[in-house]
């Protein structure tokens, strides 16, 4: 399991104990309102959703982080901070490709935390895991999000439907991410 520092964040996979902090974080309402609806205890669900990013860890090499406030210490010394989102790849059946997810408190939001650590995300699935494209998917709504995904340079691709919502697409392959990146 990978862990990625960037700038302002410590990437880091979720592990059991950050059960109460996720569910503050992915059943806040202003992150929860763009999420699929999910019924049930919110502990129970983190619990098995953390469950499930570990699996992807073993077998696919590549899940979701967390992502932590890097507090600086002085130098170049930092601890974690607060967990503050979720952040990174994800395989998705329904689309058979792999996308790039994200989600942070309202707090950081305006601020180019998600643009950062999913610029991260997709350095790592390019350059370590070997993906040739990464696709990303939301509500039309979702303008900060499609604006995102615009920023990282990916493309609309054909809209699509996900847990029965209609959703728009984008797309980007490894060429053009190094292309943007250079
Ligand atoms: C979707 C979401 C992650 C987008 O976050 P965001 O903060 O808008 O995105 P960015 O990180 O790219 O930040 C961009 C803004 O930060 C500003 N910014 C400030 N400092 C910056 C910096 N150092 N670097 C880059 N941008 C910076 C930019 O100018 C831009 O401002 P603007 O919104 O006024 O145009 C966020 O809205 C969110 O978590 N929403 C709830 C959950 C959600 O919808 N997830 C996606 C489901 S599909």
Redesign the pocket.
């Given at each position: 399991m990978s862990v990625v520092v960037t700038p302002r964040l410590i990437l880091r996979p979720l592990s059991p104990s950050d059960a109460d902090a996720y569910v503050a974080m992915r059943f806040h309402p202003?992150?929860a309102q763009?999420?699929p609806a999910s019924a049930g205890d919110p502990l129970k669900r983190v619990q098995a959703t953390i469950a499930a990013f570990a699996d992807d860890w073993r077998t696919r090499g590549y899940a979701p982080w967390g992502a932590f406030e890097r507090v600086a210490l002085g130098g170049d010394v930092a601890r974690e901070g607060r967990l503050v989102?979720h952040v990174g790849l994800r395989f998705l059946p329904e689309f058979d490709g792999t996308e790039v997810?994200?989600?942070?408190l309202?707090d950081?939001?305006?601020?180019?935390?998600?643009?950062?650590a999913a610029a991260a995300s997709l350095d790592f699935g390019f350059d370590v895991v070997g993906v040739p494209s990464i696709l990303?998917?939301?509500?039309e709504t979702?303008v900060?999000?499609w604006?995102?995904m615009q920023?990282l340079g990916m493309t609309r691709g054909p809209d699509g439907h996900y847990k029965g919502l209609d959703v728009v697409r984008y797309d980007i392959d490894v060429a053009s991410w190094r292309a943007r990146r250079s």
């Amino acid at each position: 399991m990978s862990v990625v520092v960037t700038p302002r964040l410590i990437l880091r996979p979720l592990s059991p104990s950050d059960a109460d902090a996720y569910v503050a974080m992915r059943f806040h309402p202003g992150v929860a309102q763009w999420l699929p609806a999910s019924a049930g205890d919110p502990l129970k669900r983190v619990q098995a959703t953390i469950a499930a990013f570990a699996d992807d860890w073993r077998t696919r090499g590549y899940a979701p982080w967390g992502a932590f406030e890097r507090v600086a210490l002085g130098g170049d010394v930092a601890r974690e901070g607060r967990l503050v989102g979720h952040v990174g790849l994800r395989f998705l059946p329904e689309f058979d490709g792999t996308e790039v997810l994200y989600a942070f408190l309202p707090d950081l939001h305006g601020k180019g935390y998600a643009r950062e650590a999913a610029a991260a995300s997709l350095d790592f699935g390019f350059d370590v895991v070997g993906v040739p494209s990464i696709l990303a998917i939301t509500l039309e709504t979702n303008v900060r999000s499609w604006g995102l995904m615009q920023r990282l340079g990916m493309t609309r691709g054909p809209d699509g439907h996900y847990k029965g919502l209609d959703v728009v697409r984008y797309d980007i392959d490894v060429a053009s991410w190094r292309a943007r990146r250079s």
